[in-house]
Nanobody, 120 residues
Framework: QVQLVESGGGLVQAGGSLRLSCAASGRTFSAYSMGWFRQAPGKERESVAAIWTGGGTYYADSVKGRFTISRDNAKNMVYLQMNNLKPEDTAIYYC??????????????WGQGTQVTVSS
């Protein structure tokens, strides 16, 4: 079982930046595809970004050009650099993952989430 712990959320003004971090347990982190999701109040959870085991990435259209996902397999870490934040980015952000090339919709390992609030 993989445990995920997010950090780095907070309150930021529109146009600002935050970097979210996700620490993963386990000895085979490099074999996991990882992603970030978010859920705003009253809305469904949505996928934000993913990074696959081979290094390929995916971004939701709403964050392309502003967010960057990366990973450090030596440290069992995955990051989400968020620039030019907008009020509509306000949400709880979750780190998630699964083995190999599992689709994001089927990721089975989840963190507890970290709150990101963007003020206008």
């Amino acid at each position: 079982q993989v445990q995920l712990v997010e950090s780095g959320g907070g309150l930021v003004q529109a146009g600002g930046s935050l970097r979210l971090s996700c620490a993963a347990s386990g000895r085979t982190f490099s074999a996991y595809s990882m992603g970030w999701f978010r859920q705003a109040p009253g809305k469904e959870r949505e996928s934000v970004a993913a990074i696959w085991t081979g290094g390929g990435t995916y971004y939701a259209d709403s964050v392309k050009g502003r967010f960057t996902i990366s990973r450090d397999n030596a440290k069992n870490m995955v990051y989400l650099q968020m620039n030019n934040l907008k009020p509509e980015d306000t949400a709880i952000y979750y780190c998630a993952g699964d083995q190999g090339l599992t689709p994001m919709s089927r990721f089975s390992f989840w963190g507890q989430g970290t709150q990101v609030t963007v003020s206008s």
